[in-house]
């Protein structure tokens, strides 16, 4: 079974272009998480959607931010315009429907490197 | 939610049994631990969860005291391959609803030869 997959697996941008990240969760996975990384911080939570709504997007660091998940499959999250404070790890999770563990499964990551 | 604490690194030898104390002093009733474990360019991974008593799975085990006010997981003879940074988690679980996660900064453990 495929895990959760994300592209690009690394970006570099200038300050003020646009990037889309992209996610695809594990299929039958109702839950879709994004986090980030910043440098030498803690992975921080960003927003979770259940299908294709918005669940919880208080993590969202301002509205520079968009993310979608149409039809509630993949899902991403794009930044326009980018700054440099946006340089970090992106991480997607996907979880089952119901669950009664707290696991999620977590893609590789995206890179992001803004100069 | 519940803070925790947990060493910022941890140095083993290969064959050894590793454990990593995790301190939530505020854990609260309906809280649930949970351990990830991250490799260098990957995205965390779930290892074991557990309430109260000792959780034990084909990885590693979960220690829980009566209080519940911090917690061990043990790696029984880790290998080279088991240096990654682990992550104690405190959070509630409710049935039919999933959660954000809240990372601390973790464990880096580094298993030398």
């Known amino acids: 079974e495929a895990g959760v997959t994300q592209f690009p697996s690394h970006s570099v941008i200038e300050k003020g272009q646009t990037v889309t990240l992209r996610c695809d969760p594990i299929?039958?996975?109702?839950?879709l998480y994004w986090y980030r990384r910043v440098m030498g911080k803690e992975i921080k939570f960003l927003l979770h959607f259940v299908k294709e709504s918005k669940q919880d997007e208080s993590g969202m660091p301002n509205n520079r931010f968009l993310a979608e998940r149409t039809g509630g499959t993949y899902s991403t999250l794009k930044v326009q315009p980018a700054e440099l404070e946006d340089s970090g790890v992106y991480f997607c999770a996907s979880s089952f429907p119901m669950s009664s563990y707290n696991e999620q499964f977590f893609g590789p990551g995206t890179r992001l490197t803004v100069l | 939610l519940a803070k925790t604490t947990q060493p910022i690194s941890m140095d083993s030898y290969e064959g050894q049994e590793v454990n990593i104390t995790c301190s939530h002093n505020?854990?609260?009733?309906?809280?649930?631990i949970t351990w990830y474990q991250q490799f260098p360019s990957q995205g965390p991974r779930f290892i074991i969860q557990?309430?109260?008593t000792k959780v034990t799975n084909e990885v590693a085990s979960l220690f829980i005291p009566a209080d519940r006010k911090s917690s061990t997981l043990s790696l029984p003879r880790v290998s080279l391959s088991d240096t990654a940074v682990y992550y104690c988690?405190?959070?509630?679980?409710?049935?039919?609803?999933?959660?954000?996660?809240?990372f601390g900064s973790g464990t880096q453990l580094t298993v030398l030869p």
């Open positions: 299929s039958g996975h109702d839950n």
């Open positions: 557990g309430y109260k």
């Open positions: 988690l405190v959070g509630a679980i409710s049935s039919g609803s999933a959660r954000q996660l809240t």
């Open positions: 505020n854990i609260a009733t309906n809280d649930y």
